[in-house]
C-alpha cells in the first residue's frame, strides 16, 4: 500500500490538488445563479443557518474538543473536532434528507450553496483565530494557506460559474454526471487519508477506548444540535417545513468542502480529518434514522400550523 501510493500515483497532487480542483469546477458547473435569488426574501432564515453554523456551531465544538482533550489527550483529534465545527453545511446530504422529510428544499439547497462559497473564507479564518494565530505549529502564515485555497477551490468555483455562462449546453450535458465524479474523488480522497492516517498511527497513539469515545462524542454532538434547532425553531414559531430545513441545515458538516480545506491547511495532519471521517456517516445514518419521525411530525404540524393561521385570518 505504501509503495502503490506513495509512488508513481503522488496522490497528494492527483488526489488531493488535482482532485480538489475537479470537484470545486463542478460544484462551480452545478451551482445555479437562479437559486441565489429564489428564496431570498427569507434572509431571516438563511442569516439564522449561517451564524448558527459558523459562530454557535464553532464554540460549541471548542467545549466538545477541549472535553475530549481532558479525556483522551490526544491533541490532534481534538484539533479535528474543533475544525469540524468550523465547516459549512453539505450541499447534498442535507437536501436529500430535506427533500425526503418533505421540508423547504429551497431553503436547504441556497443555505447550502451559500454555506459552502463562505467556507472557503470563513473557514480558514475562523481556524486561524482558533488556534491562536498559526495552524497547529505549522510554519505557514495564513496568506500562504489563503492563496492555495484561492487556487485550488475559488478559482475552479468562478471558472465554473463562467462555463456556465458561457457554455451551458455542454454544461447541462455535463451535470448528470458530476455527482458520480465528486463521489468517486471523494472514495479515493478518503482511501489514501486512511492509508497516510494508518501510517501515521505511531506517532498518534490512539486506542480502541479513545476511538470509541470519539464515535460517542461525534454522536452526542449531533443529536444536541438536532435537538437545540428544534427547541429553538418551536419556541420562535418557524413554519414547520421551514423547521426541517434549518435543522438539517445547521447540524450537517460538509465532506465535500471540507476535506479539501482542512488537507489544504493540515497537510502533514491526516489524523485532523478523522472526526470528519466519522461525522459524514454518521449524519446520514441519523437523517435516515429521523426521517420517519419527522415526517409524522411535519404532517401533524403543518395541520396544526393551518388552522393557527387560519385562526389569525
Same mark, same amino acid.
Given at each position: 500500500m505504501k509503495i502503490f501510493f506513495l509512488g508513481p500515483l503522488k496522490p497528494e497532487l492527483t488526489i488531493k490538488s488535482l482532485g480538489t480542483i475537479i470537484i470545486f469546477l463542478l460544484n462551480g458547473c452545478s451551482i445555479r445563479s437562479e437559486e441565489l435569488y429564489e428564496t431570498i426574501l427569507q434572509y431571516r432564515t438563511h442569516l439564522f443557518i449561517q451564524i448558527f453554523s459558523f459562530l454557535v456551531c464553532p464554540i460549541l465544538f471548542t467545549i466538545l474538543s477541549t472535553i475530549y482533550r481532558f479525556l483522551t489527550y490526544q491533541y490532534q483529534l481534538s484539533i479535528g473536532i474543533k475544525?469540524?465545527?468550523t465547516l459549512p453545511s453539505p450541499v447534498s446530504t442535507a437536501a436529500f434528507v430535506v427533500r425526503a422529510i418533505g421540508g423547504n428544499e429551497a431553503i436547504a439547497m441556497l443555505n447550502s450553496?451559500?454555506?459552502s462559497l463562505l467556507g472557503t473564507l470563513v473557514t480558514p479564518i475562523l =481556524?486561524?483565530?482558533m488556534l491562536g494565530g498559526s495552524f497547529s505549529g505549522e510554519?505557514?502564515?495564513f =496568506?500562504?494557506? =489563503?492563496?492555495s485555497l484561492s487556487s485550488t477551490i475559488l478559482i475552479p468555483l468562478g471558472i465554473g460559474q463562467l462555463a456556465r455562462i458561457y457554455f451551458p449546453l455542454f454544461i447541462n450535458r455535463m451535470n448528470p454526471y458530476s455527482n458520480t465524479i465528486n463521489n468517486w474523488i471523494l472514495l479515493l480522497n478518503i482511501y489514501t487519508t486512511f492509508c497516510q492516517t494508518f501510517k501515521q498511527r505511531g506517532s498518534m497513539n490512539i486506542t480502541l477506548i479513545n476511538f470509541f469515545i470519539l464515535v460517542i462524542t461525534i454522536f452526542s454532538i449531533q443529536m444536541f444540535l438536532i435537538f437545540l434547532l428544534f427547541s429553538t425553531c418551536r419556541q420562535m414559531h418557524v413554519r414547520?417545513?421551514?423547521t426541517i430545513a434549518i435543522i438539517f441545515c445547521g447540524s450537517q458538516k460538509s465532506l465535500t468542502t471540507g476535506m479539501p480545506i482542512l488537507q489544504m491547511i493540515f497537510p502533514e495532519n491526516t489524523s485532523i480529518t478523522i472526526p470528519l471521517l466519522i461525522y459524514h456517516p454518521m449524519q446520514i445514518i441519523i437523517g435516515n434514522y429521523l426521517t420517519p419521525k419527522?415526517?409524522?411530525?411535519l404532517k401533524d404540524a403543518k395541520y396544526e400550523w393551518?388552522?393557527?393561521?387560519?385562526g389569525r385570518v
Open positions: 475544525a469540524l465545527g450553496t451559500i454555506g =481556524l486561524y483565530i510554519t505557514k502564515s =496568506l500562504h494557506v =489563503l492563496i414547520p417545513s421551514d419527522f415526517q409524522r411530525w393551518h388552522h393557527r393561521i387560519s
